[in-house]
């Protein structure tokens, strides 16, 4: 072998194994052992779900609520169908004011002059004491008798017409008045018929409060219900997971071993510069 090969070597070469050991301090040991044994029984050892419902049921107070207004909704208000008719007979003019009728002779002038019965009866006295007068003188039927009666007669003749005059138009007014109500009245009516129609739905829309109320309840019983289903199809693959995390946890300390190998390139690099502070030194002491 040339010189340059007795210096560098012959190329790398395993000269032996290098064991590394990592070991849990001694006082660990126990609690590690323990804690595996431990792993091991939990796992061994079905997990359990919570054994009760994970909702609250109504209370009694609630549910009596509940189906109180279910029925009461179910049921109808039964003031409904009588203001609904009310209205709408008030719409078709179904109440007029009685008045009206009554004041329907007075104002067509029914009690002008002659046709006032009550007027005849209360001039009957005057007229028979005018008659009783002239026949008693033998002049019954003549110009002077028609005249006196004309003259006693016609003052209260005039003064009833104007009288009834006054009474017709005010007749004629209160009717035109209860007409106007009766208008108002039937707008009033006509107005609150939608919301009398709507009022229809005021039932049913309970129903549908009372309806999602025990819709949520039994969203809360399906939960529950899922929520146990997806634990018991979980259960087995938790417990394993838990298992093997606390094993994991527990296994402190290795082993590992790997080779050793010579560096022929390093050690020739290290004799050359042993070499070279050989040289100088000699140089120095002046041996070269």
């Known amino acids: 072998?040339?010189?340059?090969?007795?210096?560098?070597?012959?190329?790398?070469?395993?000269?032996?194994?290098?064991?590394?050991?990592?070991?849990?301090?001694?006082?660990?040991?126990?609690?590690?052992?323990?804690?595996?044994?431990?792993?091991?029984?939990?796992?061994?050892?079905?997990?359990?779900?919570?054994p009760?419902?994970?909702?609250?049921?109504?209370?009694?107070?609630?549910?009596?609520a509940l189906n109180a207004g279910e029925a009461r909704a179910n049921a109808g208000n039964p003031l409904l169908g009588n203001a609904?008719?009310?209205?709408?007979?008030?719409?078709?003019?179904?109440?007029?004011?009685?008045?009206?009728?009554?004041?329907?002779?007075?104002?067509?002038?029914?009690?002008?002059?002659?046709?006032?019965?009550?007027?005849?009866?209360?001039?009957?006295?005057?007229?028979?004491?005018?008659q009783g007068q002239f026949s008693r003188a033998g002049r019954l039927g003549s110009g002077a008798n028609m005249s006196a009666m004309t003259s006693a007669l016609a003052p209260v003749y005039a003064q009833n017409f104007a009288q009834e005059r006054q009474n017709q138009i005010a007749a004629q007014n209160s009717i035109g008045t209860l007409a106007q109500q009766d208008f108002n009245n039937r707008m009033t009516a006509a107005r609150m018929a939608p919301e009398m129609a709507g009022a229809d739905y005021n039932d049913l829309d309970?129903?549908?409060?009372?309806?999602?109320?025990?819709?949520?309840?039994?969203?809360?019983?399906?939960?529950?219900?899922?929520?146990?289903?997806?634990?018991?199809?979980?259960?087995?693959?938790?417990?394993?997971?838990?298992?093997?995390?606390?094993v994991r946890g527990g296994t402190f300390g290795s082993e590992q071993s790997r080779p050793i190998y010579s560096d022929p390139v390093g050690q020739g690099i290290g004799n050359l510069a042993n070499l070279g502070s050989a040289a100088y030194?000699?140089?120095k002491a002046g041996l070269l």
């Open 206 to 246: 309970r129903m549908l409060q009372y309806g999602g109320i025990r819709d949520a309840k039994q969203a809360e019983v399906l939960a529950d219900d899922m929520q146990r289903f997806n634990f018991m199809e979980n259960e087995p693959q938790q417990r394993l997971q838990n298992y093997l995390a606390a």
């Open 84 to 130: 609904q008719n009310f209205t709408n007979i008030a719409m078709g003019g179904g109440f007029l004011n009685p008045a009206a009728a009554m004041l329907n002779q007075t104002a067509q002038g029914d009690f002008l002059s002659g046709n006032n019965p009550y007027l005849s009866s209360a001039l009957q006295p005057a007229i028979d004491q005018i």
């Open 52 to 64: 009760n419902q994970t909702y609250t049921d109504f209370s009694p107070t609630s549910l009596s």
């Open 1 to 50: 072998m040339s010189f340059l090969g007795n210096l560098f070597g012959g190329g790398s070469k395993q000269t032996g194994v290098q064991t590394i050991t990592n070991a849990p301090p001694a006082y660990a040991k126990p609690y590690l052992e323990e804690t595996l044994e431990n792993a091991q029984s939990l796992y061994n050892e079905p997990r359990q779900f919570y």
């Open 281 to 283: 030194m000699f140089n």
